[in-house]
Each structure stands twice: as structure tokens, then as C-alpha cells.
């Protein structure tokens, strides 16, 4: 649930508890400090391998995971992948064998199909999985103007959703054969494994003049040696043991990754503190509540301190950008994308009072925050039927004609990677109708900290951009959609910028 506003006697005198950043924030800074301060230009190479580098996972597992479950794949495709898989793992076939005993099943398959599956795969599974300090990299890259490229032994249906997420224009990949756009169940040679990687990465580099030299390359597995042992940096990252030892002793700067993968028993009982600080701060609100014989009070109070409280024992950082912006102007619409469970602690410690949110009845069956968010005024929608929807939220847009601001995250559902989703136009019609002005927030990365559908929290630093009031007096029903989409443009370039 989500709270804010205060009196206007208090407007420029009341504190945000959040560090003010004075600059423009850069996300994991000491990583790709190298990247930012090294040379520029497209004949500096980034290759990337994707298992255990970019994904904390193993792509293949989700792929054929799916498949399975959908019903896609059946007993005789498991057998031959399971041999496949023994005979490579004792040596006895190459890794071409591998793959093809993977893929006799896809004989007669159109392309288009797996492709579609792959997005499938990403969405649902490998999004979430991204290391947030390899998207990091990807972007200082990229900013250096650097030619970037994943390199992998997996397929273009598991590695172009991912290089397509992470805005990686070339992929280098093992390709399967295809005849008219259906798959004959035979594999491209060579594949890109091992030397594979290094063939095709020198391809890429004569054809668009990269200076291997100069390049580095990213890779968790000592199959890849071929190509780190001719690149200038090799960047060992999440290694296994043997490319661990190679690095330690050819001084190669090894970086491990722990924003992913399984939680350790720290994570876990900050995680739980957190969840559990609710609480001790919803009855210290009452107790306010109870002394000043105001409900207002008392969800200012349990608000504002399970926000401090909750970031505080996961070890997450707010720094805030803008934060005047959120004092300035109230009562307000206060909208943010919505990235993660921790949008609602991170947008009461900083709105902090005299506030109320929308949120969806399906959290009304919660048996701990169902009562809270009611007792706090929060408004909840029936996301299934626009009608009764804008009809529940007319509560809304009275609490804002009395001096309460609202909280709301325009996209309406929480999205599974930076990329911002559509802007649904009901935050918009309130702030219209109650004659009171937008705050845009933008998180930068949440995700850093919770990802979507996950339950540990990481400890991280997060950063957040407050943007100036947007007076909503002149606006009209038929101007709405081009004031959405400028604002939407303003979240796309802080979030990309």
C-alpha cells in the first residue's frame, strides 16, 4: 500500500529521509569503471557469453523445462537428449553430437515456432535472471561505443531474447539447419564452442574491423580459453574451478556476481526481518493512532517507519534525485514504474504521509496486508473489468479534493525487466479530475534488489529520479493520450539515460 501528502504549513519544512545524489547516478560504478574511463569506439570489442555471465542460469534447462511442461517435447526426445548428454559428459562424442542429439526432435519444426518459444522461455523464466551487474556492463559498453556481442554455445532461441532485452545487437551463436523456414533437425558447423567461439568472434572482427586486441570477453567456463587467451582482457566472471585456477595464475581480474542465483542465510533472515517489520509498524501506528485519536496519524506513522524500517534490515540504499519534488507540490498523484515488490516500502519512505494507493483486490484476501491496506484507505480495483474499476476509484479522487495525495504505478502490473510497460490512463483521469498535479518517480533498478516473483531481497543500492511537478489545469480528455505518452518518454529517458 501506498501513502503521502502533508499540510501546507509544513510543505518546505518537513524532511525526506532518503540521501540527495549530486550527480547524475551511475549504476555499479566501480565494475565498469574500467569500461568508462578506457577507449572509446567500435573497434573495442565486448563479448559476452550468456550461462553463469549474463543469466545466473542455464538457459538450455528452461528451454527444454518448457517444453516439457507445455507438452512440447515427449519421451523419445527426452531419451536421446539424456544419451546425448552422457556421451558428451564421457567424452565419447563432441560437442556437435551434443547438440544434435538434442535436436533430431526438431526435424520438421518451423523456425518460427522456437523462436516463439524461446521469448516464451525469457519471459517467463530467464528475465528475472539477468545479473544486474552484467546489464551493468552491457550498458557501459555500449555507451563507450563499443561493439557488442554474445557469444554462446546455445541456440539463437535461447540467446536472441536475452541479447535482444539487453539491446546486444550481434549474436554469435550455434545455428541449427533449416530449409524454408523448417528445421531439419541437423546442426551449422562449426558450432560456436570452444575454438568455435574464437572462429566466430574473428569473423565478426574483419568484417567490422574489431581489434581483438582491445576487445574483452566475458565467460564463466575454461571451454572457452580460445578465445580469452586472444582477446586483450579477459574478463573471467562467475569462473568454474579450472578457469578459477587459469585466473589466478595468468593474473587474469576474476568478478563474481551475487545478485542472483540462490540466496545465502544472510539474505534470508534480512529478508524476513523486513517482511516481519510490518508488525511492530503497524502497532506503533495504532498506538499513535490511538494517542491523537486520528486514523490519519496512525497510517502516517506505520507507513512511514515500515518503509524506513523494511529497506533498512534488507540493506537496501535509497538515494533519491529530485527529492524536493516530493514536498513541493501536495496534494499530488504520485505515479512510479512498477518493478518489484519493494516499490511500496521504497515509495513510503520517501512520500512518507497523508497518502492512500490503489491496489488490486486480490489483496484484499491477504490475511496481513488485505486489513492493513483497508485500515490505511487504500483503494482497490478489479483489474478484470475496467468498468467496476473507474467506478472503485472515484474514493480516490475524492481523498484527493481533501488534501490526501495518491500513490499509483501507471503500467498496472509490475514488469519483469527495465523495460517500461504501457501506461494505463486511470492515475491521469484522477489527477484531472481532483485539479492537483503528477510527481513522476522513477526507479532506476529495483530489480537490483527483487526481481519480480522472487521472495529474497538483495541488498543493493537503489536509485530513484523525482521529476518536477506536472500541472494537470490545462490538460483535456481529448489531449490525455499525448500528455501520457510525453511523460512515458520522460521515464524512458532517465531509465536509459
Not at 479530475?433 to 522472487?454: E, H, S, T
Amino acid at each position: 500500500m501506498l501513502w503521502g501528502a502533508i499540510p501546507d504549513s509544513q510543505e518546505r519544512t518537513t524532511p525526506v529521509h532518503c540521501a540527495r545524489r549530486q550527480r547524475t547516478p551511475v549504476l555499479h560504478d566501480k565494475l565498469t569503471s574500467e569500461i568508462r574511463e578506457g577507449p572509446k569506439g567500435p573497434k573495442v570489442g565486448a563479448f559476452f557469453d550468456v550461462d553463469r555471465t549474463l543469466l545466473a542460469g542455464f538457459s538450455a534447462v528452461s528451454f527444454l523445462r518448457e517444453r516439457i511442461t507445455s507438452g512440447r517435447a515427449g519421451p523419445t526426445e527426452l531419451a536421446q537428449g539424456l544419451l546425448g548428454t552422457l556421451s558428451f559428459a564421457m567424452g565419447r562424442t563432441g560437442f556437435s553430437g551434443f547438440v544434435a542429439a538434442h535436436t533430431q526432435a526438431y526435424r520438421g519444426i518451423p523456425e518460427r515456432s522456437l523462436d516463439e518459444l524461446g521469448q516464451e522461455v525469457f519471459d517467463k523464466h530467464l528475465a528475472t535472471e539477468i545479473f544486474p551487474e552484467s546489464r551493468a556492463l552491457v550498458r557501459a559498453h555500449r555507451e563507450a561505443g563499443h561493439t557488442v556481442a554474445v557469444v554462446s554455445s546455445a541456440t539463437p532461441y535461447q540467446v536472441n531474447p536475452v541479447a535482444r532485452d539487453l539491446g546486444i545487437e550481434h549474436v554469435l551463436c550455434t545455428r541449427l539447419e533449416s530449409e524454408d523456414g523448417i528445421l531439419t533437425g541437423g546442426v551449422v558447423h562449426p558450432t560456436c564452442f570452444g575454438r568455435g567461439k574464437l572462429l566466430a568472434a574473428g569473423d565478426l572482427a574483419d568484417e567490422i574491423g574489431v581489434d581483438l586486441d582491445q576487445s574483452y570477453f566475458y565467460s564463466d567456463s575454461a571451454d572457452d580459453l580460445p578465445l580469452m587467451e586472444n582477446v586483450g582482457f579477459p574478463r573471467p566472471t562467475n569462473p568454474d574451478a579450472t578457469l578459477a585456477q587459469i585466473a589466478k595464475e595468468r593474473r587474469w581480474p576474476v568478478q563474481r556476481f551475487t545478485s542472483r542465483g540462490r540466496p545465502d542465510l544472510e539474505q534470508i533472515a534480512r529478508t524476513a526481518l523486513a517482511y516481519g517489520s510490518l508488525i511492530p509498524s503497524a502497532i506503533a501506528g495504532a498506538a499513535v493512532g490511538l494517542v491523537n485519536r486520528s486514523q490519519r496519524e496512525a497510517t502516517n506513522m506505520a507507513g512511514s517507519l515500515w518503509g524506513d524500517l523494511a529497506t533498512s534490515l534488507a540493506g537496501v540504499d535509497l538515494r533519491v534525485e529530485g527529492e524536493e519534488h516530493l514536498w513541493s507540490h501536495r496534494p499530488a498523484v504520485f505515479i512510479f514504474n512498477h518493478q518489484s515488490g519493494l516499490d511500496a516500502p521504497l515509495m513510503l519512505k520517501m512520500v512518507r504521509r497523508d497518502a492512500t494507493g490503489v491496489a488490486k483486490k486480490e489483496i484484499l484476501s491477504n490475511p496481513i496486508f488485505g486489513p492493513l491496506f483497508a485500515a490505511g484507505g487504500a483503494v482497490f480495483v478489479d483489474r478484470a473489468d475496467s468498468r467496476k474499476a473507474i467506478e472503485a476509484l472515484k474514493p480516490a479522487v475524492e481523498a484527493l479534493k481533501q488534501g490526501r495525495s495518491l500513490i499509483i504505478a501507471p503500467e498496472g502490473t509490475r514488469q519483469k525487466t527495465p523495460r517500461l510497460g504501457p501506461f494505463k490512463k486511470g492515475a491521469f483521469h484522477m489527477a484531472m479530475q481532483a485539479g492537483v498535479p503528477i510527481v513522476p518517480v522513477v526507479f532506476r533498478n529495483v530489480l537490483d534488489a527483487l526481481p519480480k516473483d522472487a521472495l529474497v531481497i538483495n541488498p543493493a543500492t537503489v536509485e530513484a529520479v523525482v521529476l518536477p511537478p506536472i500541472d494537470t489545469s490545462t490538460w483535456t480528455v481529448e489531449s490525455l493520450g499525448e500528455r501520457i505518452e510525453e511523460i512515458r518518454r520522460q521515464y524512458i529517458e532517465v531509465i536509459e539515460g
